[in-house]
């Protein structure tokens, strides 16, 4: 699988929105970008996932370039709720047991 | 959280004492999955299921087993208990291969 690459830190404030990027530079054309996050204790949460097309649904969006090289998770009105540690996974397509979790960006939104 | 309850929450054991974990689902998915989350490593998965009595390696199985004999419940038994056993672990379902893993909220078991 594809490894991917993430700022181990970022800071937000409310109310503005909040865009995470990732590099993943070694995917491949059956490979899936999914972005979880997870907040203190509790177990990670499905955000979204895209191919090679940009997604959006009632969380985020997702944006990925055009060459599939990056991507960027956009949180577009940040709350205090949604500090959390959010996690860009590269899954290949039709694997149910490659779901590899890096060390991921640690989001820290501020009033 | 997506209809799926891990029980116990807490545990603490002793070392070289059977352990099972549960998890329990009520949305029918076809897959579950065993991950276990500590400090440095992140999530790393142990075992997955795809069906009933249809189970597969992950890639930190050792010391685990696992039975699945009905659709809405997936065990994790660890035969001995050891110190490097403690950890938080993580259910996780999804509906098909291509599907997104919805997570429980994890039981924190400390060996002693």
């Given amino acids: ?111 | 959280d997506a209809g799926i309850t891990q029980s116990p929450r807490h545990k603490v054991t002793e070392t070289g004492t059977p352990v099972t974990l549960r998890c329990h689902q009520t949305e029918n998915h076809r897959y579950m999955y065993w991950y276990r989350q500590d400090p440095g490593h992140g999530l790393r998965l142990i075992h997955y299921s795809y069906g009933v009595k249809d189970t597969d390696k992950g890639e930190v199985s050792d010391g685990y087993s696992v039975s699945r004999s009905k659709t809405e419940d997936f065990l994790l038994t660890l035969e001995s208990a050891t110190s490097s056993q403690t950890s938080v672990y993580f259910c996780a379902i999804s509906e098909s291969r291509d599907s997104p893993l919805h997570f429980g909220n994890g039981t924190r078991l400390t060996v002693t």
């Fill in chain 1, 1 to 111: 699988d594809a490894k991917t690459t993430q700022p181990p830190s970022m800071d937000c404030a409310e109310g503005r929105a909040a865009n995470l990027p990732c590099n993943h530079s070694t995917i491949s054309g059956n490979e899936y970008v999914y972005w979880y996050r997870q907040i203190h204790s509790q177990g990670p949460q499905y955000i979204i996932h895209g191919l090679k097309n940009n997604e959006t649904n009632e969380m985020a969006s997702l944006i990925i370039t055009e060459d599939r090289k990056s991507s960027t998770l956009i949180l577009p009105h940040a709350t205090l709720r949604d500090t959390a540690v959010y996690y860009c996974i590269v899954r290949v397509r039709g694997t149910a047991s490659k779901l590899t979790f890096g060390t991921g960006t640690r989001l820290q939104v501020t009033l």
